[in-house]
């Protein structure tokens, strides 16, 4: 890889997470056209979910005495089987049907996130199907953090349980595709040594993006980051090759 892709994707990274770590939502999916502009389609979510791991293991970690393991648990019971399904499907399926797959899952996030299904209770007995969904989608278009937010928040979990029980499941779901994504040879050494600088810069990112959300009306903010999945969803569909 050259110097200019490699740039444009910690910068990227950096502003992405930055984003994610103030809206709460959509990091992964913003980053997810330059990634496919850096390394191509197959590579990119591979990297994108190493990168996503040690993001989500961090949290997972500080705010280990604040996980719900029951619900934690019943959502892996869907969501460890259906990522390696998932994983699996992706591995077979070209690179800009995939593509073409997220534009349309970014669109639909969007639309979701404008109707009251985002503030609807949730009760636990939807948990493991919810989690299902989520580990599918996440192994075939890259990630499925916004459903897995309305998810957990709709159980009613202290902000700071959110935070926490939804990381250690990303963390699981991460694992499982990068085991199938290895086994299929899609995790190179390139991917690793550019996925540990992506966690990095995502990481700091993450802490910028705090440090903003004390600052500037959360609701505003929210509606620029829809903007810009609107985008990402635009140019996947338009320039999916």
């Known amino acids: 890889?050259?110097?200019?892709?490699?740039?444009?994707?910690?910068?990227?990274?950096?502003?992405?997470?930055?984003?994610?770590?103030?809206?709460?939502?959509?990091?992964?999916?913003?980053?997810?056209?330059?990634?496919?502009?850096?390394?191509?389609?197959k590579e990119a979510i591979p990297l994108l979910t190493l990168g996503q791991l040690v993001g989500n293991l961090s949290r997972a970690t500080l705010g280990w005495r604040l996980i719900r393991w029951k619900p934690a648990l019943l959502f892996c019971v869907g969501a460890i089987p259906a990522a390696l399904v998932g994983a699996v499907l992706f591995v077979a399926v070209p690179g800009a049907s995939i593509l073409r797959s997220v534009g349309v899952f970014l669109i639909l996030v969007v639309l979701l996130r404008r109707t009251k299904f985002r503030n609807i209770?949730?009760?636990?007995?939807?948990?493991?199907?919810?989690?299902?969904?989520?580990g599918f989608l996440s192994a075939v278009v890259g990630s499925a953090g916004p459903l897995g937010a309305m998810l957990f928040l709709g159980l009613g979990l202290p902000a700071g349980a959110y935070?926490?029980?939804?990381?250690?499941t990303a963390v699981a779901m991460h694992l499982t595709k990068s085991t199938v994504y290895s086994s299929f040879s899609l995790v190179t050494t390139q991917?690793?040594?550019?996925?540990?600088?992506?966690?990095?810069?995502?990481?700091?990112?993450?802490?910028t993006g705090k440090k903003i959300i004390e600052s500037l009306p959360k609701d505003k903010f929210e509606l620029?980051?829809?903007?810009?999945?609107?985008?990402?969803?635009?140019?996947?569909?338009?320039f999916a090759r």
């Open 191 to 207: 991917t690793i040594w550019i996925g540990a600088l992506l966690s990095l810069v995502m990481v700091a990112g993450s802490w």
């Open 163 to 168: 935070v926490a029980t939804e990381a250690v």
């Open 1 to 41: 890889m050259t110097w200019l892709p490699l740039a444009a994707l910690l910068v990227g990274g950096y502003a992405a997470a930055t984003i994610s770590g103030a809206a709460g939502f959509g990091g992964a999916l913003l980053l997810l056209p330059i990634a496919t502009w850096a390394v191509g389609a």
């Open 224 to 238: 620029v980051v829809e903007l810009l999945l609107l985008s990402s969803a635009t140019s996947l569909l338009i």
């Open 121 to 134: 209770a949730m009760p636990e007995s939807v948990v493991a199907p919810g989690g299902f969904v989520v």
